[in-house]
């Protein structure tokens, strides 16, 4: 099984990156793409960002192996609707969604006939819309893939060979266990800098502005993280609401704790989490998940 023909629905950040993607370094893959907004069609057309921009998504998916969707969690089944009588019998269903538990219930409810293979490619940036994507956003990232236990291998090979031309690494999980990973990782983060930058906001009146003005680094990587798509990570913590409560709770009796400390004058608990933790930032650089040059790498 190989995969020639791919249908994207959703050309935002991600949708619009794995359009680019395929053109770069998967040339002989024919894409097509839609889009509910005409506006990010159009833009899609400007700027090329698969072969063919269809005016529905049934258009898009009427002859495509793989349809990929790249559209909030929360819309899954609404998305669907629009290119479930459209499909191929043997077309292989897929997302770049960040919860995955939701997303497999959701797909298999509305195409229970179909190939179904949940994906994530942890990859992205605060950025969003059509603009926002470029071709060498998965390049070394991993790809998480979730599939049900009585698909075909076949179908699973085909997908992961899909991503690895996009320069993506592999990885095969339960969905069960990729909610909980990435709720520490991606989910519980975003809430905290949400959070965080929401009370600086509220504190804005008090500080007389001081709080922007006088922002440190820390605060700067926040806001950053922050400016996210709200509409995505709105639909990410309703629908996987299990995994960030439960990492919710474990990070709040270690706040917690930290409280204490600092209430008591504990240095040495302090020191030593600060320790353990520097050296978390040296094994993601040295995975390879991000870069050592100050300040991320970002070019300013």
């Known amino acids: 099984m190989t995969i020639q ?41 400007t700027l090329g960002l698969v072969n063919t921009v269809c005016n529905s998504a049934g258009e898009a998916v009427s002859a495509a192996d793989l349809v990929i969707l790249c559209v909030p969690v929360g819309a899954m089944q609404a998305a669907t609707q629009g290119f479930a009588s459209d499909l191929r019998d043997d077309a292989i269903i897929s997302d770049v969604g960040s919860s995955k ?5 959701d797909l298999a409810a509305a195409l229970p006939n179909h190939t179904i293979i949940p994906a994530h490619p942890v990859a992205g940036t605060e950025q969003s ?10 390049q070394g990232r991993w790809c998480i893939l979730t599939p049900p236990a009585d698909v075909d291998p076949a179908a699973v090979d085909a997908l992961s060979e899909f991503w690895r031309a996009l320069g993506s690494r592999i ?36 500080t007389r ?32 609401k299990g995994a960030v409560l439960e990492m919710l709770g474990r990070f709040t009796e270690d706040l917690t704790a930290l409280q204490r400390a600092i209430r008591s004058g504990d240095g040495d608990t302090l020191f030593e989490l600060f320790d353990r933790t520097r050296s978390i930032r040296r094994r993601i650089i040295e995975e390879g998940q991000d870069d050592e040059r100050p300040d991320f790498g970002r070019d300013h």
């Open 171 to 206: 990885e095969i999980m339960e969905p069960e266990h990729h909610d909980l990973v990435l709720a520490v990782t991606s989910h519980i983060p975003h809430l905290i800098a949400f959070t965080i930058v929401g009370t600086a906001s509220d504190l804005e009146d008090v």
């Open 129 to 138: 819309g059509p603009q926002a994507g470029f071709a060498t956003l998965f």
């Open 5 to 45: 023909s791919v249908a994207i629905i959703g050309l935002g950040l991600l949708g619009g990156s794995i359009g680019r993607a395929v053109k770069e370094f998967a040339p002989t893959i024919t894409t097509t793409g839609y889009d509910a907004d005409p506006a990010v069609r159009e833009t899609a057309r």
């Open 209 to 240: 502005g001081e709080v922007i003005k006088y922002s440190a680094g820390g605060f700067r990587d926040f806001t950053r993280i922050a400016a996210s798509d709200p509409v995505m990570w709105r639909d990410v913590f309703l629908h996987n």
């Open 101 to 105: 538990q939701s997303v497999a219930q």
